[in-house]
């Protein structure tokens, strides 16, 4: 099993920045995929980004050149780091990590961010 826990959420203003963290722990040897989603109101629930191993990262297009997908392997945290917030981020965030063998998703529980005046 593997544990993810987020961490950073909270209410912006338009244009702000806030940073996100997301702790993993248990048997995290095989995890081949870490990365962000998020689900708003009255929407489906969308990648925003994606850090394979080997480092190959993906975003979305409504954040790119926004936001930033890091990890601390050392520490087992993988970071977002979310620049010129609008209100259409305003979403639960949530931390995913993908295990190879067997085929396994883990998600943490969430993270609120709101942007808003």
């Known amino acids: 099993q593997v544990q993810l826990v987020e961490s950073g959420g909270g209410l912006v203003r338009p244009g702000g920045s806030l940073g996100l963290s997301c702790a993993a722990s248990?048997?995290?040897?095989?995890?081949?995929?870490m990365g962000w989603y998020r689900h708003a109101p009255g929407k489906q629930r969308e990648v925003v980004a994606v850090?394979?191993?080997?480092?190959?990262?993906n975003y979305t297009d409504a954040v790119k050149g926004r936001f930033t997908i890091s990890r601390d392997d050392a520490n087992n945290v993988l970071y977002l780091e979310m620049n010129s917030l609008k209100p259409e981020d305003t979403a639960v965030y949530y931390c995913?990590?993908?295990?190879?063998?067997?085929?396994?998703?883990?998600w943490g529980r969430g993270t609120q961010v709101t942007v808003s005046l």
């Open positions: 850090i394979f191993h080997g480092d190959t990262i």
């Open positions: 248990g048997n995290i040897f095989g995890i081949d995929v």
């Open positions: 995913y990590a993908h295990r190879r063998t067997p085929n396994t998703n883990y």
